[in-house]
T-cell receptor, first 113, second 114 residues
Framework: GESVGLHLPTLSVQEGDNSIINCAYS??????FIWYKQESGKGPQFIID?????DKRQGQRVTVLLNKTVKHLSLQIAATQPGDSAVYFC????????????FGKGTTLSVSS | DTGVSQNPRHKITKRGQNVTFRCDPI?????LYWYRQTLGQGPEFLTY????????KSRLLSDRFSAERPKGSFSTLEIQRTEQGDSAMYLC????????????FGPGTRLTVL
């Protein structure tokens, strides 16, 4: 699988590999985090979310890990498929204060078969 | 389709013209948001409604921008005297206002100002 420790703007993997996309968030007061997938010409699509009282959450083929100590978030995609090719954004929010999502830098995932 | 819808999907206008976009949120979602996204960047927050009340506005929302949600359902975003720098994707999102409060996005309106 492909693993990166720091945010990279692009990630290229082979079909069937596991992908890991990293994100550093900015506000230590943020308590809600979301990963979105955005395909070309479309709006962001919700993938998975996690609250700050958790450090791991699993969905279908996706896992989100949260490390509050270093303000780091990662998205793991198992058995990556060509349909996973898109730009992935993490977003943070302070649920008790404001409602605006703050988006991180996107990562373009390219899956080749 | 019960998701967030936006119209038009694409708008091309000349500099100085006014444009208006519409967003229909997911049914019964009481929160509605507008974001702007430029090429290669993540969405940036513009403004937010709780029912018909506009509760938060970003500094990005200049005086030429106005948003309304008169009946607490659909919303409109108007840009007056458009400038080339207004060219972007305008995204609408809605959420239920519950503890989870996940924001679900529409397909966006792509604005091109010539």
């Amino acid at each position: 699988g492909e693993s990166v420790g720091l945010h990279l703007p692009t990630l290229s993997v082979q079909e069937g590999d596991n992908s890991i996309i990293n994100c550093a968030y900015s506000n230590s007061a943020s308590d809600y985090f979301i990963w979105y997938k955005q395909e070309s010409g479309k709006g962001p699509q919700f993938i998975i979310d996690i609250r700050s009282n958790m450090d791991k959450r699993q969905g279908q083929r996706v896992t989100v890990l949260l490390n509050k100590t270093v303000k780091h978030l990662s998205l793991q995609i198992a058995a990556t498929q060509p349909g996973d090719s898109a730009v992935y954004f993490c977003a943070e929010n302070i649920s008790q204060a404001g409602t605006a999502l703050i988006f991180g830098k996107g990562t373009t995932l390219s899956v080749s078969s | 389709d019960t998701g967030v819808s936006q119209n038009p999907r694409h708008k091309i206008t000349k500099r100085g013209q006014n444009v208006t976009f519409r967003c229909d949120p997911i049914s019964e979602h009481n929160r509605l948001y507008w974001y702007r996204q430029t090429l290669g960047q993540g969405p940036e927050f513009l403004t937010y409604f709780q029912n018909e009340a506009q509760l938060e506005k970003s500094r990005l929302l200049s005086d030429r921008f106005s948003a309304e949600r008169p009946k607490g359902s659909f919303s409109t975003l108007e840009i007056q005297r458009t400038e080339q720098g207004d060219s972007a994707m305008y995204l609408c999102a809605s959420s239920s206002g519950t503890a989870t409060d996940t924001q679900y996005f529409g397909p966006g309106t792509r604005l091109t100002v010539l």
